[in-house]
């Protein structure tokens, strides 16, 4: 069974710090996915990432970065969070025929 | 440019009805799939079914098929015998395999399915 584990779950963070959302999976895919989701908007791709070492820029990448240390390990980084940041956010690797394996989300609240 | 639009933001359905969730899509591409995923109440996605766009055979996963109309880049999840428990977020999602641009999603269609 795939495997994707989202830390933390709920964050609440201040306007002007520094988030760090952290994503592993025991899936050895490639290619994954960082994904917020917003009422009326659906899933936005912020960035992906094609294996250690390699992130992208999505449609939305605009205050956010993203780095890929290992083939496990992918984290979203929000240097100075703002309030329009907050969403839940979805992470997701990327398994056999593109299919797609989801985290359980982290829930981001900055006030 | 890529698009996917899903129009009806609801809907409902009595236990044991045939249910139908539509979806639109933009692309340039010749090769692409369409995927379904369901979101549950608690937030988790999961994998209900893909279409590829080069297979004229409506594709089928237990009570799940799709009605895939390439000519019209239109695509509708089925759920047949529906019951409470189908209940959530639906959203359908395009992925290109020659430019192997990532999933776009739609908005998503929230289903109720009542007793």
């Known amino acids: 069974e795939a495997a994707v584990t989202q830390s933390p779950r709920n964050k609440v963070a201040v306007t002007g710090g520094k988030v760090t959302l952290s994503c592993n999976q025991t899936n050895n895919h490639n290619n994954m996915y960082w994904y917020r989701q917003d009422t009326g908007h659906g899933l936005r791709l912020i960035h992906y990432s094609y294996g250690a070492g390699s992130t992208e820029k999505g449609d939305i990448p605009d205050g956010y970065k993203a780095s890929r240390p290992s083939q496990e390990n992918f984290s979203l980084i929000l240097e100075l969070a703002t309030p329009s940041q907050t969403s839940v956010y979805f992470c997701?690797?990327?398994?056999?025929?593109?299919?797609?394996?989801f985290g359980a989300g982290t829930r981001l609240s900055v006030l | 440019a890529q698009r996917v639009t899903q129009v009806q933001p609801t809907g409902s359905s009595q236990w044991g009805e045939e249910v139908t969730l539509d979806c639109s899509y933009e692309?340039?591409?010749?090769?692409?799939?369409i995927f379904w995923y369901r979101q549950l109440f608690s937030g988790e996605m999961v994998f209900l079914i893909y279409?590829?766009?080069?297979?004229?055979q409506n594709q089928r996963s237990g009570r799940y098929s799709v009605v895939f109309q390439k000519s019209f880049k239109s695509i509708s999840l089925v759920i047949s015998a529906s019951q409470p428990e189908d209940s959530g977020t639906y959203f359908c999602a395009l992925s290109e395999l020659i430019t192997g641009t990532y999933q776009r999603f739609g908005t998503g269609t929230k289903l109720q399915v009542v007793p």
């Open positions: 279409q590829p766009s080069f297979d004229t």
């Open positions: 997701a690797s990327v398994g056999g025929q593109n299919t797609l394996y």
């Open positions: 692309t340039s591409e010749y090769f692409y799939r």
